[in-house]
């Protein structure tokens, strides 16, 4: 049984950052291509960020592109979404999801519990 459990979410203003962390347990981390998933309230649950199993390659959606950065620890079965220059309108739930194929689908295998980030103005 593959378990995904996000940490760091929380409140912050805008122009702040924050660091969102997966923990995976259960199988070998290194085995999932790994990434980030977001739900803002009355939206439909949307793409953030993605990296492949070794972490050499990263792929982000537009809206978070060049203020997100995606990034694993294979040793510590972890994988990290540092989040900065947040606006309002990335207020979400974040899901961390893995994936047992090459690249991070829209289907992945599992999902986190999530994790709740709100930006103030």
């Known amino acids: 049984q593959v378990q995904l459990v996000e940490s760091g979410g929380g409140l912050v203003q805008a122009g702040g950052s924050l660091r969102l962390s997966c923990a995976v347990s259960g199988r070998t981390f290194s085995d999932y291509s790994m990434g980030w998933f977001r739900q803002a309230p009355g939206k439909e649950r949307e793409f953030v960020a993605r990296?492949?199993?070794?972490?050499?390659?990263?792929y982000y959606s537009d809206s978070v592109k060049g203020r997100f950065t995606i990034s694993r620890d294979n040793a510590k079965s972890t994988v990290y979404l540092q989040m900065s220059s947040l606006k309002p309108e990335d207020t979400a739930v974040y899901y961390c999801?893995?994936?047992?194929?090459?690249?991070?689908?829209?289907?992945?295998?599992?999902w986190g519990q999530g994790t709740q980030v709100t930006v103030s103005s």
């Open positions: 990296i492949r199993r070794s972490g050499r390659i990263t």
């Open positions: 999801a893995a994936d047992t194929r090459e690249i991070l689908t829209s289907t992945p295998d599992y």
